[in-house]
Nanobody, 119 residues
Framework: QVQLVESGGGLVQAGGSLRLSCAAS????????MGWYRQAPGKERELVAG???????RYADSVKGRFTISRDNAKNSVYLQMNSLKPEDTAVYYCNAATTGWRPMYNYWGQGTQVTVSS
Protein backbone atom coordinates (compact mmCIF):
# COMPACT_ATOMS: atom_id res chain seq x y z
CA GLN A 1 0.00 0.00 0.00
CA VAL A 2 1.00 3.65 -0.33
CA GLN A 3 3.44 4.87 2.29
CA LEU A 4 4.79 8.39 2.63
CA VAL A 5 7.34 9.19 5.32
CA GLU A 6 8.31 12.82 5.82
CA SER A 7 11.29 14.00 7.84
CA GLY A 8 13.58 16.97 8.36
CA GLY A 9 11.34 19.46 10.10
CA GLY A 10 12.22 21.33 13.25
CA LEU A 11 12.40 24.66 15.04
CA VAL A 12 14.35 27.38 13.27
CA GLN A 13 14.70 31.13 13.55
CA ALA A 14 13.37 33.43 10.87
CA GLY A 15 15.84 33.59 8.01
CA GLY A 16 17.06 30.07 8.60
CA SER A 17 16.91 26.98 6.41
CA LEU A 18 15.59 23.43 6.55
CA ARG A 19 15.61 20.52 4.10
CA LEU A 20 12.64 18.21 4.15
CA SER A 21 12.70 14.67 2.79
CA CYS A 22 9.93 12.31 1.80
CA ALA A 23 10.39 8.60 1.18
CA ALA A 24 7.59 7.09 -0.90
CA SER A 25 6.58 3.49 -1.59
CA UNK A 26 3.61 1.50 -2.80
CA UNK A 27 3.32 3.13 -6.20
CA UNK A 28 5.46 3.78 -9.27
CA UNK A 29 7.21 6.89 -7.99
CA UNK A 30 8.90 7.85 -11.25
CA UNK A 31 5.55 7.93 -13.04
CA UNK A 32 3.94 10.39 -10.64
CA UNK A 33 3.95 14.12 -10.20
CA MET A 34 4.91 14.81 -6.59
CA GLY A 35 3.94 17.64 -4.31
CA TRP A 36 4.75 19.13 -0.95
CA TYR A 37 1.70 20.40 0.91
CA ARG A 38 1.40 22.18 4.23
CA GLN A 39 -1.30 22.79 6.78
CA ALA A 40 -1.12 25.54 9.36
CA PRO A 41 -3.40 25.58 12.41
CA GLY A 42 -6.92 26.61 11.45
CA LYS A 43 -6.12 26.66 7.74
CA GLU A 44 -6.74 24.38 4.78
CA ARG A 45 -3.96 22.18 3.46
CA GLU A 46 -2.29 23.90 0.52
CA LEU A 47 0.19 23.01 -2.21
CA VAL A 48 3.59 24.52 -1.53
CA ALA A 49 5.64 23.06 -4.37
CA GLY A 50 5.24 20.45 -7.08
CA UNK A 51 7.50 18.60 -9.48
CA UNK A 52 6.50 16.76 -12.63
CA UNK A 53 7.89 13.46 -13.86
CA UNK A 54 10.13 15.47 -16.19
CA UNK A 55 11.45 17.71 -13.45
CA UNK A 56 9.42 20.84 -14.13
CA UNK A 57 8.47 22.65 -10.97
CA ARG A 58 5.81 24.97 -9.67
CA TYR A 59 5.56 26.93 -6.46
CA ALA A 60 3.03 28.78 -4.40
CA ASP A 61 3.55 32.53 -4.76
CA SER A 62 4.34 32.78 -1.08
CA VAL A 63 7.44 30.58 -1.38
CA LYS A 64 8.79 31.42 -4.83
CA GLY A 65 12.47 32.23 -4.74
CA ARG A 66 12.87 30.71 -1.26
CA PHE A 67 11.91 27.03 -1.62
CA THR A 68 13.24 24.45 -4.08
CA ILE A 69 11.67 21.07 -4.75
CA SER A 70 13.67 18.18 -6.20
CA ARG A 71 13.27 14.45 -6.65
CA ASP A 72 15.48 11.36 -6.83
CA ASN A 73 13.66 8.58 -8.67
CA ALA A 74 16.39 6.06 -7.80
CA LYS A 75 15.59 6.61 -4.12
CA ASN A 76 11.82 7.12 -4.51
CA SER A 77 12.27 10.39 -2.68
CA VAL A 78 11.28 14.01 -3.00
CA TYR A 79 12.92 16.90 -1.18
CA LEU A 80 12.09 20.47 -0.24
CA GLN A 81 14.91 22.90 0.43
CA MET A 82 13.51 25.84 2.39
CA ASN A 83 15.59 28.99 2.73
CA SER A 84 14.85 32.43 4.20
CA LEU A 85 12.14 30.92 6.35
CA LYS A 86 9.43 33.16 7.75
CA PRO A 87 7.10 32.71 10.74
CA GLU A 88 4.20 32.29 8.30
CA ASP A 89 5.89 29.14 6.96
CA THR A 90 5.08 27.45 10.27
CA ALA A 91 2.96 24.38 9.48
CA VAL A 92 2.96 20.62 9.23
CA TYR A 93 4.45 19.65 5.86
CA TYR A 94 3.32 16.60 3.92
CA CYS A 95 4.23 15.00 0.63
CA ASN A 96 1.91 13.18 -1.73
CA ALA A 97 1.70 12.15 -5.33
CA ALA A 98 -0.24 14.72 -7.31
CA THR A 99 -2.65 14.78 -10.22
CA THR A 100 -1.83 16.90 -13.25
CA GLY A 101 -3.99 19.55 -11.60
CA TRP A 102 -1.81 19.37 -8.51
CA ARG A 103 -4.49 17.91 -6.29
CA PRO A 104 -3.27 15.22 -3.89
CA MET A 105 -3.58 11.85 -5.60
CA TYR A 106 -3.93 9.60 -2.57
CA ASN A 107 -6.26 9.87 0.38
CA TYR A 108 -3.48 8.44 2.51
CA TRP A 109 -1.26 10.99 4.26
CA GLY A 110 1.87 10.32 6.25
CA GLN A 111 2.47 11.77 9.67
CA GLY A 112 3.97 14.92 8.21
CA THR A 113 6.87 16.88 9.62
CA GLN A 114 6.42 19.96 11.79
CA VAL A 115 8.18 23.15 10.76
CA THR A 116 8.18 25.96 13.29
CA VAL A 117 9.76 29.30 12.47
CA SER A 118 10.29 31.71 15.33
CA SER A 119 10.48 35.46 14.84
Amino acid sequence: QVQLVESGGGLVQAGGSLRLSCAASGFTFSARFMGWYRQAPGKERELVAGITTGGSTRYADSVKGRFTISRDNAKNSVYLQMNSLKPEDTAVYYCNAATTGWRPMYNYWGQGTQVTVSS
